[in-house]
């Protein structure tokens, strides 16, 4: 790592069809970060890649479909292109999450106190919504699965994440699906990783539905991805 003030960061946003929201993510990202910040637009049919651009991200078309394949797909680009970073945040494209916290979760990194940090929306706090009941429990038994397997006292699987770049391309993560964020915490986990979590606040999202929790059929394909990968990456 480099010297303090000095270390490299990239943000990954997987997007897909998220015009409406994307611009506030972009803009309440801290300057200080100094940023390379990549949109990997995942099929969106609206002005989610000419947003993006506006708000001054670099953006690739992922045409295959999935959370993992456009957060796989971001970061093939970060280790082709330059400059390369030293530390990747992956950050969602629907405002739930505060971008301002990233500076605590890079911050812990550059001090040599983590190598991946997670979000935990439970103890941190969640609006009223921003969580639906499926989440919830979801949340609990991904994380019970986990924290048995492995030893680690995870509380929660939010999305918002920071890792240190080389450790995350060794992990090997390969999941197209919802199932990426269970396959990078057990590979972490298993590589011996120094894992941190932040409490965040979590807000109901800005505009538009949720890919996973804004209809059952959503809520079914995600349920039975994050049950492969629990079955999967936790053995």
């Known amino acids: 790592m480099p010297k303090s003030g000095a270390v490299r960061i990239a943000i990954v946003i997987p997007a897909l069809d998220e015009e409406e929201s994307l611009p506030s993510v972009l803009a309440t990202i801290p300057t200080v970060l100094d940023a390379r910040v990549i949109v990997a637009d995942n099929g969106s049919t609206d002005r989610t890649a000419e947003v993006a651009r506006q708000g001054g991200a670099e953006v690739i078309?992922?045409?295959?479909?999935?959370?993992?394949?456009?957060?796989?797909?971001?970061?093939?680009?970060?280790?082709?292109?330059?400059?390369?970073p030293d530390v990747v945040v992956i950050l969602d494209a629907d405002h739930a999450?505060?971008?301002?916290a990233l500076l605590d979760f890079v911050g812990r990194i550059e001090r040599g106190e983590a190598d991946f940090v997670l979000s935990t929306r439970t103890q941190g706090g969640a609006e009223p919504g921003s969580l639906t009941a499926v989440q919830y429990w979801g949340n609990r038994l991904q994380t019970l699965v986990i924290n048995t397997r492995f030893r680690t006292r995870l509380t929660d699987m939010g999305p918002m994440r920071?890792?240190?770049?080389?450790?995350l391309l060794n992990l090997g993560m390969v999941d197209p699906t919802w199932g990426w964020n269970v396959e990078?915490?057990?590979?972490?986990?298993?590589?011996g990783l120094r894992i941190v979590e932040v409490p965040v606040t979590?807000?109901?999202?800005?505009a538009g539905d949720s890919k996973i929790s804004g209809n059952w059929r959503g809520v079914?394909?995600?349920?039975?991805r994050i049950l492969w990968a629990l079955y999967t990456y936790a053995r």
């Open 184 to 191: 990078m915490a057990c590979k972490a986990a298993r590589a």
């Open 61 to 84: 078309e992922v045409p295959q479909k999935g959370y993992g394949s456009a957060c796989l797909a971001g970061i093939k680009h970060l280790d082709r292109t330059e400059p390369r």
């Open 202 to 206: 979590y807000r109901n999202r800005l």
């Open 97 to 100: 999450d505060d971008p301002g």
């Open 220 to 224: 079914t394909r995600a349920g039975t």
């Open 162 to 167: 920071a890792i240190r770049f080389e450790p």
